[in-house]
C-alpha cells in the first residue's frame, strides 16, 4: 500500500486531535507528498508545528466557504504540481443552536451554512480537482452515522451528511469516467476536540469500546490507515461507497 509518487490535498487539520491529522500522518508514512491548508489565523499556531512534521511543500490558508482561497490552492498546485493523486475533505461546521435543537425548529440560515460547508464544498473541490487528476484519483469525505440513522444531538449534521454521502454517489458516477474514485467514510465515536462538545461524549466512547464487535477503542490512525488504503492503488476498484470505521458498532 505505498503512496510513493503520489500527491494529496488534505483539507480539515486544525489541531493534533483532528482526523485529517491522522490521515495525513498515514498518508505520508505511506510516501506521499502534501499539499496542507488551515482555516483561519487562529487556527495557524496550532497546526504550523504539524505541517513542519509533514514537510509538506504547500500550505495555504482555506475558508471553505471563500471561493477565492480554494480556487489559490488549486491554482498554487497546477503550478508547482501540474496534477493531483487525491483530495481529502474533512470540514464540517453547523451553528450549536441549528446542531443540538430539533431539525424542524433549524433555521434556514444554519442548515444552509452547514450544507455550504460540510457538503457543497466537497464538490466543489471535486470540480477544482477533475482537470488535475490526470490519471485518475481518489476524492474521500468524512460523513458519520448520524446521516442514516437518528443520532441525538447531532441535528442537522444528519441531513447534511445524507446530502454528502448521496452527493458521493453521483460524484462516482460522474467522475468515475476519468478513473477518479470518490468515497465517504464514516469513523465512528473519536476523542477529537470538535466531537468532545458533544453531550455525554464519554459515555459514547465507553458504549462503543463496550459494545462494538471489535471492542476496540477508535482513534484517528484507525481512519488515517483506511484513507491512505482508499488513496493507493490497491483500491482502484473502490468507489460510490460510505465505508465504516467503527470497529463493527453501525452494525448495532
Same mark, same amino acid.
Request: neutral net charge; glycine residues 10%.
Given at each position: ?16 486531535? %483532528? ?21 483561519? $489565523? ?21 475558508? =471553505?466557504?471563500?471561493? $477565492?482561497? /480554494? ?18 475533505? %474533512? ?33 466543489? /473541490? ?23 440513522? =437518528? ?8 441531513? =447534511? ?57 477508535? $482513534?484517528?490512525?484507525? =481512519? ?21 470505521? $467503527?470497529?463493527? /458498532?453501525? /452494525?448495532?
Amino acid at each position: 500500500m505505498t503512496l510513493r509518487h503520489k500527491r494529496g490535498l488534505v483539507v480539515g487539520i486544525a489541531n493534533e486531535q %483532528s482526523i485529517a491529522w491522522g490521515c495525513a500522518r498515514a498518508f505520508c508514512r505511506a510516501g506521499a507528498t502534501l499539499a496542507v491548508t488551515w482555516q483561519s $489565523d487562529k487556527t495557524l499556531p496550532h497546526v504550523e508545528p504539524l505541517f513542519a512534521q509533514l514537510d509538506a511543500p504547500i500550505r495555504m490558508p482555506l475558508d =471553505v466557504g471563500r471561493p $477565492d482561497q /480554494m480556487a489559490a490552492v488549486f491554482d498554487a498546485i497546477a503550478v508547482q504540481w501540474g496534477a493531483i493523486d487525491f483530495v481529502l475533505h %474533512s470540514v464540517a461546521y453547523a451553528p450549536k443552536a441549528d446542531l443540538q435543537g430539533r431539525v424542524v425548529d433549524s433555521s434556514p440560515e444554519g442548515f444552509s451554512l452547514a450544507m455550504d460547508t460540510s457538503c457543497h464544498s466537497f464538490i466543489r /473541490m471535486a470540480r477544482l480537482a477533475e482537470p488535475l487528476m490526470t490519471r485518475g484519483g481518489s476524492l474521500m469525505a468524512m460523513s458519520y452515522l448520524g446521516a442514516e440513522q =437518528v443520532v441525538a444531538n447531532y441535528g442537522v449534521m444528519g441531513p =447534511v451528511k445524507a446530502a454528502l454521502e448521496a452527493s458521493v454517489r453521483y460524484l462516482a458516477v460522474e467522475l468515475g469516467g476519468a478513473g477518479i474514485r470518490v468515497n465517504a467514510i464514516s469513523p465512528g465515536v473519536l476523542p477529537t476536540r470538535a466531537a468532545s462538545g458533544l453531550p455525554n461524549f464519554g459515555r459514547l466512547l465507553d458504549d462503543t469500546a463496550r459494545r462494538a464487535p471489535l471492542h476496540h477503542a477508535l $482513534d484517528i490512525d484507525d =481512519v488515517g490507515a483506511f484513507c491512505a488504503f482508499l488513496a493507493s492503488d490497491g483500491a482502484r476498484a473502490i468507489t460510490g461507497g460510505t465505508h465504516y470505521i $467503527d470497529a463493527g /458498532m453501525h /452494525m448495532l
